[in-house]
Structure formats: structure tokens, C-alpha cells
């Protein structure tokens, strides 16, 4: 019972980690969906006083990536209901022309400003207007919850690698008899340290098979009944084979960093 407790304070620390490792993933998979769903419908209004081809658009600012012009013919229609068709022709020869203009990413507030000011200042666009309220908003919101997200993955991250470690102490304590005995007969300290590298690395499998399985939970069953637009329409991308590998690379690579930690800064103390 005390040894599968060990194993257990062993595992749901590297577990802890490799949820991290995985939300994270997840993460930018999901968010790089909603930043192009973002990008999409986003657009800045521009009003030049001739026609302007996409070309010159984007001869002001690389980060232009389509134009479309508004009909004019609608916007007259609206203005001049009750005029007579040739004050229609009239208004239609004095208004300027109007565009949407699409971007190729979902930018900073401080890269909208400067597409602003690159547009601004070709003398045939009379006014640009980049609803700069609304999309500040939104990406300050946006922002920060990237950054809360990966603050608290790092921090859960290094918790859990201080209990991985004080436990891999304990398990060296707990063998320290049986790699005192290899240690008279003349065996290196990496082949006294193999029963903690054969407990480590099958507790790291354990652990990644756990994440796993959680996921894959998660992916086909609870997201698909939660009820969240964002989790139904991204089912795909809450986890992927590939993800399984990765995670058992990164268990692997902590618990091997954590047992030479340990052999190595004990080594002076034995000695």
C-alpha cells in the first residue's frame, strides 16, 4: 500500500504537467481556429476619392490582404429615395468610393494603428475607419486570457517538477541500502541509479496513458454532449495521436532530467 501511495504522489505530479503540456496544444489549436475566425470577420472601412485596385492597397501595408468595394449604387439608393432618377446619376458622380479592407492575421492594436496611418497617408483616401473601440476590446480580452492560460501552466509546471523530485529523493532513500551494496562491488553511480530510471520511466508511461485516456474522454464524449459551440466545433482539434507521443517524449525527458537531478546533487553528500 506505502509503495503504490509513492507511485501515486509520483504520477499526479507528472500528471499535472502533461495536462499543462496539453491544454497548451490545445490551446493554440483552438485559438489559431478563432484568431482566423477573428480575422475573417474583421474588416476596416475605406473611403477613397477614385477607384483603387487591390495592388495599391497593398503597396501601403503588407498586412492588406483582399479588398472589397461596396456598391455605391446601394448606398444612393438609400441616401436619395425620394429623388428623381437623374439626382441619383448626380450624387453618384460626387460620392467617394468605399472598400472593406481584410487583413491577413489578427493583429495588435498597435499594427492596426500603423495600417491606419500607412493608408492615411496616400492623398486619394479621404477617411479610414478601423472601429478601433470594438477591436481593442476584444483583443485585450483576448490577450490576457492567452496569458493568464500560460502563467498558470508554467506555474502548475514547476510545482509539480519540485514534488517529482522530492519524490524521486525519497525513492532514492528508500534504495539507498541496495546501491550501497552495487557501490562495494565497484558499480558506477548511473548503473546503482538504474532502479530509479526502471521506476521513473514506467510511472512516466503510466502517467502519459492517464492524460491520454482523459482526453480522449474529453474529445468524444464530454465535449460533443457539453453544450459549447467553441468545444463542438473544434471536437478535432482537443487532442491528436501525435499529442500521445509527444507527451510520452516530454514524461520521459522530466523524469530522466529529474533522476540525474538527484543523483548528481547528492552525489558530494554520500561521497
Do not use: C
Not at 489578427?106 to 500603423?114: N, P, R, T
Amino acid at each position: 500500500m506505502k509503495s503504490i501511495k509513492s507511485h501515486i504522489m509520483f504520477i499526479l505530479p507528472l500528471m499535472a504537467i502533461l495536462l499543462g503540456i496539453e491544454f497548451y496544444l490545445v490551446f493554440e489549436r483552438t485559438t489559431t481556429s478563432y484568431e482566423k475566425g477573428l480575422k475573417e470577420g474583421y474588416s476596416m472601412l475605406v473611403v477613397s476619392e477614385k477607384p483603387l485596385p487591390l495592388e495599391s492597397f497593398k503597396a501601403l501595408n503588407p498586412h492588406i490582404e483582399t479588398v472589397k468595394a461596396l456598391k455605391r449604387e446601394g448606398i444612393v439608393s438609400e441616401i436619395a429615395k425620394m429623388s428623381d432618377p437623374k439626382s441619383q446619376e448626380e450624387i453618384l458622380k460626387r460620392l467617394p468610393y468605399f472598400y472593406n479592407v481584410y487583413l491577413d492575421a489578427y493583429l495588435k492594436v498597435s499594427d492596426l494603428a500603423s495600417i491606419q496611418h500607412d493608408l492615411e497617408s496616400d492623398r486619394r483616401i479621404k477617411r479610414v475607419e478601423t472601429f478601433g473601440t470594438s477591436y481593442g476590446s476584444s483583443y485585450r480580452l483576448f490577450s490576457f486570457i492567452q496569458f493568464t492560460l500560460k502563467l498558470f501552466i508554467i506555474f502548475m509546471g514547476v510545482v509539480s517538477l519540485f514534488l517529482i523530485v522530492k519524490q524521486m529523493e525519497i525513492w532514492k532513500y528508500a534504495h539507498k541500502e541496495r546501491m550501497q551494496v552495487m557501490e562495494i562491488f565497484g558499480a558506477p553511480l548511473m548503473l546503482r541509479s538504474g532502479v530509479l530510471f526502471r521506476v521513473a520511466i514506467i510511472d512516466a508511461i503510466i502517467a502519459t496513458l492517464f492524460t491520454s485516456a482523459l482526453f480522449l474522454y474529453v474529445k468524444f464524449h464530454w465535449a460533443k454532449n457539453s453544450g459549447i459551440d467553441m468545444m463542438v466545433n473544434h471536437q478535432d482539434e482537443l487532442f491528436k495521436l501525435d499529442d500521445m507521443g509527444m507527451l510520452l517524449g516530454a514524461s520521459l525527458f522530466i523524469v530522466i532530467v529529474a533522476v540525474y537531478w538527484v543523483v548528481f546533487s547528492s552525489r558530494g553528500v554520500e561521497e
